[in-house]
């Protein structure tokens, strides 16, 4: 069909008269800009080691009725890392209570509080620094407490990256 006769676009534009029109050759060059832009991440992938989930889990030593988990290493990042928590599950008993505290057991800031078993999770980042830590204080229970923690480690030098 000779070019003249067309009412329609054409897949290349160069084919009716042999020259492209420059917004042609422009949209190609922005088009294929676009394509390699989208072929490398957006962001730097953080690696496995510098970002991986941890889940730390144990049960509290219970006497008369009362009794605490404190576990530095264990319930908090340790340096150089920051802790993303999620989660924070217990089970296990039939009455009383269990407060989960960051850094002083009875003092510190209360980061969860459980009357009945179940778990306790954030619509937003709850961070823990390095050498933070949680500490778990029972009292009034009947049975046993067990716990579970679900949590992001991050290295801090990929914190920035993590946040965003």
Sequence with gaps: MPAGDRNYA???????????????????AQVGQLSETRAKPAHP???????????????????????????????????????DLREITAWGWTAGTVTVYRNFLTSGEQVAVFSTPGNFTWSTQKMLRPDDDLKISVSGITGNVQ??????????AWLPEYLL
């Design 10 to 28: 054409v897949a290349n534009p160069a084919a009716g008269n042999g020259a492209a029109p420059s917004w042609a050759l422009e949209l190609l």
């Design 45 to 83: 992938r953080i690696p496995w080691e510098a970002c991986h989930p941890v889940n730390p889990f144990g049960a509290v030593n219970i006497s008369a009725g009362a009794g605490s988990y404190i576990q530095p290493d264990l319930m908090g990042p340790t340096s150089p890392y920051w802790w």
């Design 147 to 156: 716990f579970q923690i679900e949590a992001i480690e991050i290295e801090t």
